[in-house]
Nanobody, 128 residues
Framework: QVQLVESGGGSVQAGGSLRLSCANSGYTYSPICMGWFRQAPGKEREGVALIHTGAGTTYYADSVTGRFTISQDNAKHPVYLQMHSLKPEDTAMYYC?????????????????????WGQGTQVTVSS
């Protein structure tokens, strides 16, 4: 049974940093695509960062480019989202996601429906 468990959320002041972790397990085959999404109250869930676990290619939403970094040491290891220069508009529930066959991962944005597996989320709150 695939499990994704996020950790590392919290409350910080604007300009601060946080590192989110996503422990993932239970795969028969390693996922080819891992991603971080976020959802603020009353808003749609949006993709923040994606990584192709085989090629290492990454994609970032414009709103976080230059401030967030997604990484994974190797397949089946935790996926991280390093967040710097946090802004109040980054406040949201952050979700880890995985898909076994999303080969286009890292070449552009993906939708929530492109992912098969999800964690329960970790809250990030940025105060001004």
């Amino acid at each position: 049974q695939v499990q994704l468990v996020e950790s590392g959320g919290g409350s910080v002041q604007a300009g601060g940093s946080l590192r989110l972790s996503c422990a993932n397990s239970g795969y028969t085959y390693s996922p080819i695509c891992m991603g971080w999404f976020r959802q603020a109250p009353g808003k749609e869930r949006e993709g923040v960062a994606l990584i192709h676990t085989g090629a290492g290619t990454t994609y970032y939403a414009d709103s976080v480019t230059g401030r967030f970094t997604i990484s994974q040491d190797n397949a089946k290891h935790p996926v991280y989202l390093q967040m710097h220069s946090l802004k109040p508009e980054d406040t949201a529930m952050y979700y880890c996601s995985a898909d076994l066959a999303r080969w286009s991962c890292g070449s552009g944005p993906l939708k929530r429906t492109d992912f098969s597996y999800w964690g329960q989320g970790t809250q990030v709150t940025v105060s001004s």
